[in-house]
């Protein structure tokens, strides 16, 4: 990712400050995603819809800087991810929207970058 503050060319999105930005954004995602099964699994399914449904909406207006940054296909998966939870909880199936949770934390967790930096 360019940024006139550290590089003035392509770094990768392996420069300290991508990295660390990258592990932000991570554990937003993450933590969200860890609300949103609490709430599945706890019957908490209004909760869990309406917040399913906030994330998307964050989601869908992420900044093309932070879709290069994370890579957009992982945004896609994160997306496909929590629609069909947010479908399996509108039919009334918690434990499977737990289950589309937890892949798409799962899914979300290969994206982590490492610690190397």
Known sequence: MPTEL???EHCGAECPTCVKT??????VVAGTLDHLIAWTEAGDL???ER???????????????????VGAEN???????????LSRIQSGDAATAVSEFR??????????PPYRI
Do not use: H
């Open 22 to 27: 990258r592990r932000m954004v991570s554990a």
């Open 51 to 69: 917040a399913a449904i906030r994330l998307l909406k964050v989601v869908d207006k992420t900044p093309v800087s932070t879709l290069e940054l």
């Open 103 to 112: 892949l798409g934390m799962t899914n979300w967790f290969e994206t982590y």
């Open 75 to 85: 945004v896609s998966q994160l997306t496909m991810n929590v629609e069909a939870a």
């Open 46 to 48: 209004d909760r869990a």
């Open 6 to 8: 550290i590089y003035r």
